[in-house]
């Protein structure tokens, strides 16, 4: 009987370890989808200023 209590504790320490890693992994993946997408706005509204800009400066002139 002790073998059995042994063996399931064993067993859910490493379902536990498992757990971990995986929501380790998915924090890890969710801070990489917010830089990128941070990124890609951020480059997405400079080209818009961009645009912006050069169209008040062919105005302009």
């Known amino acids: 009987m002790l073998e059995a209590i042994a063996s399931a504790l064993i ?4 379902e536990r370890e498992a757990a971990q890693q995986n929501s ?5 993946h ?3 989808l917010r830089g ?3 990124q890609l ?4 509204y400079s080209m818009q ?3 912006k800009s050069n169209a008040a400066a062919r105005q302009a002139t």
């Open 11 to 14: 067993l859910s320490q490493d």
């Open 24 to 28: 380790t992994r998915a924090s890890i």
């Open 30 to 32: 969710s801070m990489w």
């Open 36 to 38: 990128i997408t941070s």
């Open 41 to 44: 706005l951020s480059r997405n």
């Open 49 to 51: 200023f961009r645009q």
